[in-house]
């Protein structure tokens, strides 16, 4: 068992992996005091406890704010929210690679934690040597590692690279060779962060089903994704945090429904145009407007049904001659999924110049993006180069919903037919 802070009332943890109670975690951002005079007096008063704990200073960060929750043995719990709302640093306190500021934090069981590309590695040693240095780590004796080292190399698929130093690996082996580690250690207890999105499509889901293996026989996780659908799919509950406090704690459909009607329309406000332009030359050369969502009837709106007929309007207006210029529009998932990718040079349309204003519509006459929040991305080329003249991005967001609890990323029209006890088949059609 291991203890951080004090574990609370005798009793209290008994049937669970994971306590937090009251938990506060604060930075700091640089340092608040130009001299040693100001420093001395200031920490006299946090030792003796004459300055209060919660109370946020110039170049001070509250992370976590008053975070409690509960995990019980062999539940899947999800972490979601926003960037910096809190969600690593959760993981961070567990694996105790820092410390809580205030607050009781009991772990019970052994632990594995694959929350950074190579934490735990070694650079300078190859990827043999740090299977049993992290293995170590994590508890295992040197047989042990022995009879799970195979199994591990073919886990990985890393069995060309053995001999070469880590520090040479990409990040995608890196968190090939960490996750094979942490998987065949049997943990009690596994914490995973955004790392595996940094592996490659076939990974990932051999991750994601040693996840599924792992839970179903009986290991604690704590999972953290911005891939809502995959927190959907592996959880048995899901925390929100929003500016380091648990807003939702409940089942992952209801809290991830709630997060994309709530949390992230208020987030992702249509700004201003010039809040998301970014030019590679003279921003006045080219002035893009606001990027508009409408519907067929030209209304405008930033939540759509799957299905609906969806137009991307982009007013413009050139301050000096645009040769040759195209247009690309993507669209992205929260997760940085893209879904689609429309380019008028792909698509035969061209321009010899353009000057003064103008706009550029693109139409989608069925949207078929399920439920999901997306950003809407711009890039305006100027003749063959390949880098964008103008690229407007983080800007423009809009959400997707549905009746249909359908999974996946996109609704694709299909027909079902059997041949099951009857004479005729018969078809179903979605």
């Not at 938990?23 to 006299?44: E, F, M, N, T």
């Not at 109370?55 to 999800?78: I, M, N, P």
């Not at 249909?404 to 027909?415: A, F, N, S, Y």
Request: proline share 4%.
């Amino acid at each position: 068992m291991t203890e951080q802070g004090v574990a609370g009332p005798e009793g209290r943890g008994i049937g669970m992996s994971v306590t937090f109670e009251q938990v506060w975690k604060q930075y700091q951002i640089g340092s608040k005091h130009d001299s040693l005079r100001d420093a001395l007096p200031a920490l006299v008063a946090r030792l003796t406890g004459r300055a209060p704990a919660t109370t946020v200073h110039d170049g001070e960060f509250w992370a976590l704010r008053d975070v409690s929750f509960h995990v019980q043995r062999g539940e899947t719990l999800g972490i979601i929210g926003p960037n910096g709302a809190g969600k690593s640093t959760i993981l961070k306190l567990l694996s105790r690679i820092c410390k809580q500021t205030k607050g009781h934090i009991r772990v019970d069981g052994v632990l594995a934690a694959l929350i950074e590309v190579g934490a735990g590695f070694h650079p300078d040693l190859t990827g043999r040597e740090n299977i049993y240095l992290n293995g170590t780590i994590m508890g295992l004796r040197h047989k042990q590692i022995d009879r799970l080292f195979d199994s591990i190399v073919h886990f990985s698929e890393l069995e060309r690279f053995l001999e070469m130093p880590v520090k040479r690996y990409s990040s995608g082996m890196a968190v090939r060779l960490g996750f094979a580690i942490a998987a065949h250690t049997h943990p009690e207890i596994l914490l995973v962060d955004e790392v595996l999105a940094v592996g490659d499509l076939s990974f990932q889901q051999k991750c994601y089903q040693r996840i599924l293996d792992l839970k179903a026989n009986g290991t604690t996780i704590l999972f953290i994704s911005h891939n809502l659908e995959a927190v959907q799919r592996l959880c048995d509950r899901v925390l929100l945090l929003e500016q380091g406090m648990v807003l939702r704690d409940g089942a992952p459909a209801e809290t991830i429904l709630y997060y994309r009607q709530e949390v992230l329309r208020k987030r992702f406000q249509p700004a201003t145009a010039k809040t998301g332009v970014e030019a590679t030359t003279e921003p006045a050369e080219l002035e893009l407007g606001q990027v508009q969502l409408l519907t067929a009837a030209g209304e405008e709106r930033d939540t759509f049904d799957t299905g609906d007929p969806v137009q991307v309007r982009i007013p413009f207006v050139a301050h000096r001659p645009i040769q040759q210029p195209s247009v690309t529009v993507t669209l992205e998932r929260l997760d940085g999924l893209i879904c689609h990718e429309a380019s008028t040079a792909a698509s035969g349309l061209a321009w010899t110049v353009w000057e003064g204003p103008g706009t550029v519509t693109l139409q989608y006459a069925a949207l078929n993006l399920l439920p999901n929040t997306y950003q809407v991305m711009i890039g305006i080329h100027e003749g063959r180069n390949p880098i964008p003249f103008v690229r407007f991005c983080h800007q423009r967001y809009f959400h997707v919903t549905s009746l249909h609890t359908t999974r996946g990323t996109v609704h694709l029209d299909h027909e079902w037919t059997d041949d099951v006890g009857q004479a005729e088949p018969s078809s179903v059609t979605s």
